[in-house]
């Protein structure tokens, strides 16, 4: 399998559950990245591991929980979401995370998420 | 800040029309600026890039100018069709740091 995936593809859940997203990438790349997709919203970027170090956290609640165990995968817990949280969350690598020098995102073709 | 503002859609066309659809910035320093097509149930492709001013990035009829002066990367295509309707999303990111900004996003829909 090539490219960057992402399971499950979609996924419900009730706001006290506890549930996680799972992102693979099958192309040597070193680093990865959460995205938010909102309707009518600019994809926001969530989380961005390079190297399996955590670089940033664009102020994400602490609802969402992040894991990289190694460079290929990435992982998002989820626990005691709200219905705003529904979204279609996107996963992206990238060779590293100095993107001005690569400047290619790679991305999954997300988990669409409903909180109810 | 940093951002990027694109032309609100849904844009609906005729197949072989003329196809524009506007983007600009506002960045610190020197940004390079991305174009992205995002297919039904898919996730977001690169469509093409440009690093520089004047540069032009192209790719499947695509292309796009980077105009420093205009802070502008419009996306433009001479002749559309139906396998390019999707959502379209101009991006960039700045030489200051790790940071990719995104537009909303304007889906196109052609017609036959």
């Known amino acids: 399998e090539t490219g960057v995936t992402q399971t499950p593809r979609h996924l419900v859940m009730g706001m006290t559950n506890k549930k996680s997203l799972k992102c693979e990438q099958h192309?040597?790349?070193?680093?990865m990245y959460w995205y938010k997709q909102s309707a009518k919203k600019p994809l926001e970027l969530m989380f961005v591991y390079n190297f399996k170090e955590q670089t940033e956290n664009n102020s994400v609640p602490s609802r969402f929980s992040p894991e990289c165990p190694n460079s290929s995968h990435l992982f998002l817990h989820l626990h005691t979401l709200q219905p705003e949280d529904s979204a279609l969350y996107l996963c992206a690598s990238s060779q590293e995370a100095a993107l001005s020098t690569v400047g290619t995102q790679y991305f999954g073709p997300g988990t669409r998420l409903t909180v109810l | 800040g940093d951002s990027v503002t694109q032309m609100e859609g849904p844009v609906t066309l005729s197949e072989e029309a003329f196809l524009t659809i506007n983007c600009t910035y506002t960045?610190?320093?020197?940004?390079?600026l991305f174009w992205y097509v995002q297919y039904p149930g898919e996730g977001l492709q690169l469509l093409l890039k440009?690093?520089?001013?004047?540069d032009k990035g192209s790719n499947k009829g695509f292309e796009a100018t980077y105009r420093k002066e205009t802070t502008s990367f419009h996306l433009e295509k001479g002749s559309v069709q139906v396998s390019d309707s999707a959502v379209y999303f101009c991006a960039l990111t700045t030489n200051t740091g790790n940071q990719f900004y995104f537009g909303t996003g304007t889906s196109l829909t052609v017609i036959p």
């Open positions: 440009a690093t520089k001013a004047d």
């Open positions: 960045a610190t320093g020197y940004p390079s």
């Open positions: 192309l040597g790349h070193n680093a």
